[in-house]
T-cell receptor, first 112, second 117 residues
Framework: DAKTTQPNSMESNEEEPVHLPCNHS???????IHWYRQLPSQGPEYVIHGLTSNVNNRMASLAIAEDRKSSTLILHRATLRDAAVYYCILRGLNTGFQKLVFGTGTRLLVSP | DTEVTQTPKHLVMGMTNKKSLKCEQHMGHRAMYWYKQKAKKPPELMFV???????INESVPSRFSPECPNSSLLNLHLHALQPEDSALYLCASSQISLRTGVHNEQFFGPGTRLTVL
């Protein structure tokens, strides 16, 4: 499985935008980029995913570099509830897209 | 109903006990998963069931025995566990695309926190 690299932690203030980076230089052409987050004492929850184009949904935006070797998860206005560990994950055709292989993730701290 | 439920929430067992973890979803999902998460570590995939058949076993020791009796239920039978098996056990489910066979985004339960004495 292709690896992802994320900063261990990031800090933000409430109501400010947050840009969470992810590097995936060995990504293959059929790998989708997925983001999940895990709030304290909860199971992970799906945030967003994309292949080549930038994506938006009600939770966040995903910006994918043109060469696909990196991506950025954007939270437009952070709230205290967004404090979580954010995982950037590649899902590939080689496992029928069945597997989620979690890396170490980025712990996002949000201050009031 | 967009929930994955897991019971029990907490479980303490001895190394000679036999116990089971239960997971249930009523979203019509045909893929279900077990993950193990140690403290301050990311979740690790253990098993994947697709259409009630085991499709992936990540070389998990045989003291963990999964079972998928129907499309809504997933069990994890535990026997002769070791203290190092203490962890949060997470269940997840997802839809499988009829057109492509691709597993869509996963919905996770809150987990069962297992302590092995």
């Amino acid at each position: 499985d292709a690896k992802t690299t994320q900063p261990n932690s990031m800090e933000s203030n409430e109501e400010e935008p947050v840009h969470l980076p992810c590097n995936h230089s060995t990504i293959s052409g059929t790998d989708y980029i997925h983001w999940y987050r895990q709030l304290p004492s909860q199971g992970p929850e799906y945030v967003i995913h994309g292949l080549t184009s930038n994506v938006n949904n009600r939770m966040a935006s995903l910006a994918i570099a043109e060469d696909r070797k990196s991506s950025t998860l954007i939270l437009h206005r952070a709230t205290l509830r967004d404090a979580a560990v954010y995982y950037c994950i590649l899902r590939g055709l080689n496992t029928g897209f069945q597997k989620l292989v979690f890396g170490t993730g980025t712990r996002l701290l949000v201050s009031p | 109903d967009t929930e994955v439920t897991q019971t029990p929430k907490h479980l303490v067992m001895g190394m000679t006990n036999k116990k089971s973890l239960k997971c249930e979803q009523h979203m019509g999902h045909r893929a279900m998963y077990w993950y193990k998460q140690k403290a301050k570590k990311p979740p690790e995939l253990m098993f994947v069931y697709s259409y009630e058949k085991l499709s992936i076993n990540e070389s998990v020791p045989s003291r963990f025995s999964p079972e998928c009796p129907n499309s809504s239920l997933l069990n994890l039978h535990l026997h002769a566990l070791q203290p190092e098996d203490s962890a949060l056990y997470l269940c997840a489910s997802s839809q499988i695309s009829l057109r492509t066979g691709v597993h869509n985004e996963q919905f996770f339960g809150p987990g069962t926190r297992l302590t092995v004495l």
